[in-house]
């Protein structure tokens, strides 16, 4: 029973380049949330889906950033025209129902690198 | 304007010891926390949580202490094993805003042999 899977691990990107960053879920579960942590930093919530549905995206900046979870497929975080301060850890987290947060399991990030 | 916070960085410990860490928060609608532990290069993952209704919970070598008047809660582990090296974040929920964990910059802890 695979956790959640996050891919690419390392994703390095030049100045106003896209960025895609890629969840699958564990199975079973519908629910997604993906956190950023910056470095020295803790994790901040930017966004959580259900499938086809955004429910929650107050934690994510108003530009160039937009998240997706389509029926089929894995949960997609975008970020256009990157710039170096997008530079960070992207976690996603999956989990069966919404909640409190102990039914969460955290994918093993996509660090991203803007040069 | 952080709402939960971890005011140590790291935290040194023998082996065999008590080690404790500390949180704080300034929203007083967070109604459930939670103790994560992350090692290098994965992700976080749980280990404790705590209802704002209680202010213990026991959970083998782990205990996490609530005290909503302070608006404080610590995680205690005892004794204290190599592998507990790790960095630790508390994280709060239920605070009236996003869905999502509103989580504190984290505290290194390292258990010294």
């Known amino acids: 029973n695979a956790g959640v899977m996050q891919n690419p691990r390392h994703l390095v990107r030049r100045r106003g380049q896209e960025a895609r960053l890629r969840c699958s879920p564990m199975?079973?579960?519908?629910?997604v949330y993906w956190y950023r942590q910056l470095p020295e930093e803790g994790l901040k919530f930017m966004v959580y889906?259900?499938?086809?549905?955004?429910?929650?995206e107050s934690g994510m900046p108003k530009e160039r950033f937009s998240a997706e979870f389509p029926k089929e497929g894995p949960s997609i975080l975008r970020i256009q025209q990157v710039v170096r301060g997008d530079s960070a850890a992207y976690f996603c987290a999956s989990s069966r129902r919404s909640g409190t947060g102990d039914g969460y399991t955290f994918g093993s990030g996509t660090r991203l690198t803007v040069v | 304007d952080q709402q939960v916070k971890q005011n140590s960085p790291s935290l040194s410990v023998q082996e065999g010891r008590i080690s404790i860490l500390n949180c704080d928060y300034t929203n007083s609608m967070f109604d459930y926390f939670l103790w994560y532990k992350k090692y290098p290069a994965e992700g976080p993952t749980f280990l404790i949580s705590?209802?704002?209704?209680?202010d213990k919970n026991e959970d083998g070598r782990f205990t996490v202490f609530l005290n909503k008047s302070a608006k404080h809660l610590s995680l205690h582990i005892v004794p204290s094993q190599p592998g507990d090296s790790a960095v630790y974040f508390c994280?709060?929920?239920?605070?009236?805003?996003?869905?999502?964990?509103?989580f504190g910059k984290g505290t290194h802890l390292i258990i010294q042999p």
């Open positions: 994280a709060a929920t239920g605070g009236g805003g996003a869905d999502g964990l509103t």
């Open positions: 705590i209802s704002s209704i209680k």
């Open positions: 199975k079973g579960h519908s629910h």
């Open positions: 889906l259900q499938k086809e549905n955004i429910i929650d």
